[in-house]
């Protein structure tokens, strides 16, 4: 069997052992595929992996020898999934590997937010804490989390850890779901439409899924609900909100601050108005990218080729 991996360089830089995938079969690894090289790079393959790379329906009908193509993360939207299915093309994904990592981001950009770490440390790297008169300097307002209302957009693996992080530090607990007949009852949590999510929350993160319907989610008229000065974490997809409108809030100042791991075009234009928008953090989708979930995420491929190979099915999607 022979596997393509067209852009594996952001799951192993280095640091992990592709050995168990090679087992599988020849296995062929690009770091990073242009979108008119993957046809040529992918010719003759039995199985591609992607991360980022896209397979359009064009591509998929230049490859007559595929018959399986692994996504190297949860999300699908990179693969055309009829032109596969239409080719009987087996798709799978990598769910559930980032969970721990991807929660844990949520809140180093909240307790940034809320604490202006950086900042601070700054004003004592520089020396403007030795030359303050005062032993405590701090010249941006500083947030308890307890107490606070946390609203959780999403409530798939990483919505439910955030969910527990967040009643470690005492915060009341919003809910809102595609599926809340499967969260009824679940102690610390609150169910809640979006609309009165928006109102009550204090802080709102954004942990569910790209799709048609989470397009632009948060936009100017979900915005205008908010408590003033409400601050907003997405460690989602870019696409969840619409920039331009994000940007406006903040100068506006009805947002209080917006912290994103996630663009919707990434790499980012230098230009993008967010690296200058006022209380806004963006890092460069990092959240998943710990070495612990990155292994993770490889082992659920290896596994899901394995059982593919043996005429069983793990995390197909078609």
């Known amino acids: 069997m022979k596997i393509v991996i067209l852009d594996g360089y952001t799951l192993n830089p280095g640091d992990l052992d592709w050995a168990p995938l090679r087992e599988l079969g020849s296995c062929l690894i690009h770091e990073q595929t242009d979108p008119d090289q993957i046809i040529e790079r992918a010719a003759g393959a039995d199985v591609v992996l992607t991360n980022k790379t896209p397979l359009t329906a064009e591509t998929i009908s230049a490859l007559p020898e595929l018959r399986y193509i692994g996504v190297l993360a949860t999300g699908v939207n990179i693969v055309d999934l009829e032109a596969a299915q239409a080719h009987n093309i087996i798709v799978t994904n990598t769910p559930g590997y ?4 991807v929660a844990q ?3 180093a950009l909240l307790l940034e937010l809320v604490h202006q770490v950086g900042h601070h440390a700054l004003l004592a790297r520089s020396g ?11 010249d941006r307002p500083l947030t308890e989390l307890a107490g606070k209302t946390l609203g959780i957009v999403g409530y798939g693996k990483i919505g439910r850890q955030v969910a527990r992080i967040a009643q470690a530090f005492d915060m009341r607990t919003l809910v809102n779901t595609a599926h809340p007949e499967h969260y009824r009852g679940e102690e610390g949590i609150e169910l809640i ?14 942990n569910c899924p790209l799709s048609e319907e989470t397009e ?7 915005l205008a ?16 909100v619409n920039e331009t409108e994000i940007v406006e809030a903040l100068e506006e100042g ?14 980012p234009k230098e230009d993008n108005p967010l690296f200058s928008a006022p209380n806004c953090i963006v890092t460069p989708h990092i ?32």
């Open 254 to 267: 009805y947002l209080g601050g917006y912290a994103t791991d996630v663009l919707s075009q990434e790499p």
């Open 225 to 240: 609900r908010v408590k003033q000065g409400a601050l907003l974490i997405n460690t989602g997809r870019g696409q969840l």
């Open 216 to 222: 632009h989610l948060v936009n100017t008229a979900r």
């Open 105 to 107: 981001m949520t809140f």
């Open 193 to 206: 439409d979006i609309d009165n999510l928006f109102s009550e929350s204090d802080i709102i993160s954004l």
């Open 128 to 138: 403007t804490w030795s030359r303050s008169p005062y032993f405590s300097l701090y």
């Open 98 to 101: 980032g969970a721990n990592s």
């Open 287 to 318: 959240a998943w990218a710990t070495k612990e979930a990155r292994q993770r995420l490889l082992n659920i491929v290896v596994s899901n080729i394995d059982a593919y190979q043996s005429g069983t099915e793990k995390n197909r999607v078609v």
